[in-house]
C-alpha cells in the first residue's frame, strides 16, 4: 500500500532500550530535522569537490552523480525504515548491534567515527581554501583553527543551538543554489537565444566532448562523487533527538530525491553550459569560478561567502553525528568511559572534546601541506571508510527485515522499495567501488584508501577484544541522565540480553538492552 507519512508504524513499539539514549532531550523540531538533513546532503563535495572533478571527467560527471545518488536513495529508505522501527541517538552503530551484533556494532560505530573526524579535517580545510579567497597571504590554518573553535564552542552549550545553525546555514546554501541555478539558466538562455556577449551555452557541454577523458574516468571520479554524498545520513543520527521522529524522518529522507536531482544534477549541468568544464579546478569553488567570468564586482565573493557556510555547516553536521555515535560506543563500554559524559543541556561533552583534539591534529596537518593539499588526501583517505558506513546499513536492514519476516518484530509503512534484493545490488556495488578505491593506480593517493582500509580493520578487531575483556571485568560505565542526578546503573554483560529476544549471530557478541 503507498506511505502514508502520517500513519503510525504498525504493531506496537519494539521494547529494545539502548543505553547510548539515555542523557538525551527531545530538542529538534520537524523543520530542523529537515533541514539538517538538506545540509547533510549539501557541503563541501558540492561546493568545492565537483571542480576538480568536472576539470577530469567532463560534463559526464552527471552520469556518476546519477548511479551513486541511486544507491544513496536506497540507503536512505534502508535507514529510514530503521529509524521509523526505533529512532536512537546510535544510529545504524545501534542498529548494527541490534541485529548482527556487538563486534560488527563496534567496528561500524568506529569506522564512522573515524570517517567522521577525518571528513571534519577535510571540511576545515576546504573552509580555510574559501578564507584564502579574500586573505590569500593567510595561513591556512589559522581561519581553520578559529572555526573549530566556535562550531565546537557552540556545540558545547546545547542541541538547540546546533539546530539553530544547521537550519540557517542549510537556508543560505538552499537559496544561494536556487539563485545560482536560475541565474545559469538565465544566461544560457541569453547567449543561445538573445546572442547576448557571454561564452555561456548549452553548446559549452560536448564542445570539448562529453567526457572529457573517456568513460573510464567516470568510474574514477566515483571517489569525489561518493564524498560528494557523506554526511547525508547524519538525519538518522537526529531522529534520536527529534521531538516527532515517526513524522519528520519519513518527511526528510523522501526529500532527498529531489535535493539530488535539483541540486547536485542541476549544478553540474548549468556549470558544464556557463564555461568549459576545463576551466574549473579543486583549487577554488566551481561557483566563484563560473561567477567569477562574469566580471560583475562583489558576486564572486557573495558565493565565496555562501560556500564557506556551507562549509561551516559541514563541519557542524560531522562533529554532530561524530560525537553522538562516539558517546554511544562509550555507554557500552566500546570506548573510553569520559566520552560517555553528557552534559547537563544534553550534549555528549565528553566526545565532543575529543573529537575537538584530533581536529588539532587536523589542522596541523593543513599547516604542514597546505589546507588545498590537504583537502584532497583527506578525500582519498576517508572515501572506503565512507563506503564502510553504508555498507553496515544495508547489512543491518538485512538483519531488520529478517527478524520482521520470522514475526519477532512489526513491520513499519515506510519501507526500502525491492528489499532485500536491492539490499544485495547495493551491497555488490559498494564492496566493488570499495576495492577499485584501495586499489586504484591511476591515484598518486591510493595507497591512502588501502592503509586506511587494512588498519581500521584490524585495529577494530583488535579494539573489540580489548573493550570486551574490559567490560567483562569492570561492567559498563554509569550514565547520568541531563539536568538530574539519576544514573543508569552498569549492567553486568553476561546478565544482559536484548530485551525483544533477537539473538545475535556473532558468538561472543555480549548485547546490552540499556537496563
Known amino acids: 500500500m503507498p506511505f502514508d507519512p502520517k500513519a503510525p508504524a ?14 538525551y532531550k527531545k530538542s529538534l523540531g520537524n523543520f530542523q530535522i529537515q533541514m539538517i538533513g538538506i545540509g547533510g546532503a549539501i557541503g563541501v563535495g558540492l561546493f568545492l569537490g565537483i571542480g576538480g572533478r568536472l576539470a577530469t571527467a567532463g560534463p559526464a560527471l552527471v552520469l556518476s552523480y546519477l548511479v551513486v545518488s541511486v544507491v544513496v536513495y536506497l540507503l ?8 521509523i522501527h526505533r529512532p536512537t541517538t546510535g544510529a545504524w552503530v545501534s542498529y548494527a548491534r541490534e541485529f548482527v551484533g556487538d563486534r560488527f556494532a563496534f567496528m561500524t560505530g568506529w569506522i564512522y567515527v573515524a570517517l567522521s573526524a577525518v571528513a571534519g579535517v577535510g571540511e576545515i580545510a576546504a573552509l580555510a581554501v574559501y578564507v584564502q579567497f579574500w586573505w590569500p597571504e593567510i595561513p591556512g590554518w589559522i581561519p581553520s583553527l578559529v572555526a573549530a573553535m566556535v562550531i565546537v564552542g557552540c556545540n558545547l552549550l546545547s542541541v538547540k543551538l546546533y539546530g539553530f545553525i544547521e537550519t540557517w546555514a542549510a537556508l543560505i546554501k538552499v537559496v544561494a543554489i536556487l539563485l545560482f541555478l536560475a541565474a545559469g539558466i538565465i544566461l544560457v538562455v541569453a547567449g543561445d537565444v538573445f546572442n547576448a556577449p557571454t561564452v555561456a551555452s548549452v553548446s559549452n557541454m560536448w564542445s570539448g566532448g562529453f567526457a572529457t577523458h573517456g568513460v573510464l574516468v567516470l568510474v574514477v571520479v566515483m571517489t569525489g562523487v561518493v564524498f560528494s554524498f557523506s554526511a547525508i545520513e547524519i538525519v538518522g543520527v537526529s531522529a534520536g533527538e527529534a521531538k516527532d521522529p515517526e513524522k519528520s524522518m519519513p518527511k526528510a529522507i523522501n526529500s532527498v530525491v529531489l535535493r539530488i536531482a535539483l541540486f547536485y544534477i542541476g549544478s553540474i549541468l548549468v556549470l558544464s553550459m556557463l564555461l568549459p568544464t576545463d576551466e574549473y579546478s579543486g583549487k577554488e569553488s566551481p561557483f566563484v569560478t563560473a561567477l567569477s567570468s562574469l566580471h560583475i564586482p562583489a558576486l564572486a565573493g557573495i558565493m565565496n561567502f555562501v560556500v564557506l557556510t556551507a562549509a561551516v555547516s ?11 555515535l562516539l558517546r554511544n560506543l562509550a555507554a557500552h563500554g566500546q570506548a573510553p568511559g569520559v566520552m560517555s559524559k553528557v ?43 565512507i563506503l564502510f558506513g553504508w555498507i553496515s546499513i544495508f547489512v543491518s536492514h538485512l538483519g531488520y527485515r529478517r527478524q520482521v519476516s520470522r514475526g519477532l518484530l512489526p513491520g513499519v509503512h515506510f519501507k526500502m522499495p525491492g528489499a532485500p534484493v536491492t539490499n544485495w545490488v547495493c551491497l555488490v556495488f559498494l564492496t566493488v567501488l570499495s576495492l577499485y578505491i584501495m586499489f586504484d593506480f591511476s591515484n598518486p593517493h591510493w595507497y591512502f584508501s588501502l592503509l586506511a582500509g587494512v588498519l581500521i580493520l584490524v585495529a577494530t578487531n583488535i579494539g573489540y577484544e580489548f573493550s570486551k575483556r574490559h567490560v567483562a571485568r569492570n561492567g559498563l560505565p554509569e550514565l547520568h541522565s541531563a539536568g538530574s542526578e539519576d544514573s543508569v546503573p552498569a549492567v553486568d554483560p553476561d546478565d544482559a540480553t536484548a530485551s525483544h529476544g533477537a539473538q545475535a549471530p556473532d558468538a561472543e557478541s555480549t548485547p546490552t538492552d540499556g537496563r
Not at 10 to 23: A, E, H, I, L, S
Not at 314 to 324: D, M
Open 314 to 324: 559541514g563541519v557542524n553536521a560531522t562533529l554532530y553525528a561524530c560525537v553522538r
Open 76 to 83: 536512505m529508505r534502508a535507514l529510514g525504515e530503521l529509524v
Open 343 to 385: 552534559s547537563g543541556r544534553g550534549v555528549p561533552s565528553g566526545a565532543l572534546l575529543c573529537i575537538f583534539g584530533f581536529d588539532l591534529v587536523g589542522i596541523v596537518l593543513i599547516y604542514l601541506l597546505g589546507a588545498a593539499d590537504a583537502f584532497e588526501v583527506v578525500l582519498s583517505a576517508c572515501s572506503v571508510f
Open 10 to 23: 504498525t504493531g506496537p513499539m519494539p521494547t529494545y532500550q539502548d543505553r547510548g539514549d539515555q542523557g
